[in-house]
Nanobody, 121 residues
Framework: QVQLVESGGGLVQPGGSLRLSCAASGSIFSINAMGWYRQAPGKQRELVAELTSGFGTRYADSVKGRFTISRDNAKNAVYLQVNNLKPAATAVYYC???????????????WGKGTLVTVSS
């Protein structure tokens, strides 16, 4: 059983910053990619940033230059530093682990339950 737990969300004023964290636990042998998605009210879930095991990255155009994703492979953790937040960034942010291989050889993708980020004055 693999679980992802996010933390670090909250209420922040426009222009502010947050650091989101996600830790994967369970019988994990390897994870190909870890990333962050978000879902704003009334909208579909969208990719924010993703980081592969080889440290290739991709970002949504709307966050380039303001958000930075990082990963600690030894801890099966991924982080998202979010700077210069705008009200449009208000959403539930979800952690994703893609291409997980467990110690018993099973594979799959996993999601956390999300952490709410609200950008408002």
């Amino acid at each position: 059983q693999v679980q992802l737990v996010e933390s670090g969300g909250g209420l922040v004023q426009p222009g502010g910053s947050l650091r989101l964290s996600c830790a994967a636990s369970g019988s994990i042998f390897s994870i190909n990619a870890m990333g962050w998605y978000r879902q704003a009210p009334g909208k579909q879930r969208e990719l924010v940033a993703e980081l592969t095991s080889g440290f290739g990255t991709r970002y949504a155009d709307s966050v380039k230059g303001r958000f930075t994703i990082s990963r600690d492979n030894a801890k099966n953790a991924v982080y998202l530093q979010v700077n210069n937040l705008k009200p449009a960034a208000t959403a539930v942010y979800y952690c994703n682990a893609h291409g997980v291989v467990t110690s018993d050889g099973l594979g799959g993708d996993y999601w956390g339950k999300g952490t709410l980020v609200t950008v408002s004055s």
